[in-house]
C-alpha cells in the first residue's frame, strides 16, 4: 500500500512551465498522472512503468515530461508550454505491482488528494 502526496501546483501565464511532484510510491509499480476540470471526466496525462516504459496522452504529448527520482519513490510531471486548456486539478496515481500502465483511471488503486494548475490567458 501506498499514500500519495501532490505538491508544486499553482497559476501560470499560458505559454510558462511548472513542475508538479508526487511523494509515497515504492519504485516497483506503474505511476500515473492524471488531471480533472471542473464539469469534466478525469483525463490520463502521462505514465511510467516500473521498467521505465512511458506513455502520454494526446493532448500534452510534446509538452509535458514524466520522471522519477530519489529511488522512484518521486514522481514528477515537467509541464511546458502551458494553456489555458490546462488548467485542472492533477492527481498522482498507482496501481498495485506487477500490473501495467493503462490509461483508465479505474484501473489505478492508490490517489493522491491532487494539486491544482491554473494557467491563465
Known amino acids: 500500500q501506498v499514500q500519495l502526496l501532490e505538491s508544486g501546483g499553482g497559476s501560470v501565464q499560458a505559454g510558462g512551465s511548472l513542475r508538479i511532484s508526487c511523494v509515497g510510491s515504492?519504485?516497483?509499480?506503474?505511476m500515473a498522472w492524471f488531471r480533472q476540470a471542473p464539469g469534466k471526466e478525469r483525463e490520463f496525462v502521462s505514465s511510467?512503468?516500473?521498467?521505465?516504459?512511458?506513455t502520454y496522452g494526446d493532448t500534452v504529448k510534446g509538452r509535458f515530461t514524466i520522471s522519477q527520482a530519489n529511488a522512484k519513490t518521486t514522481l514528477y510531471l515537467q509541464m511546458n508550454t502551458l494553456k489555458p486548456e490546462d488548467t485542472a486539478m492533477y492527481y498522482c496515481?498507482?496501481?498495485?505491482?506487477?500490473?501495467?500502465?493503462?490509461?483508465?483511471?479505474?484501473?489505478?488503486?492508490?490517489w493522491g488528494p491532487g494539486t491544482q494548475v491554473t494557467v491563465s490567458s
Open positions: 515504492d519504485g516497483v509499480r506503474c
Open positions: 511510467i512503468d516500473s521498467s521505465g516504459h512511458i
Open positions: 496515481a498507482a496501481r498495485e505491482p506487477g500490473y501495467g500502465c493503462a490509461s483508465m483511471s479505474l484501473w489505478y488503486d492508490y
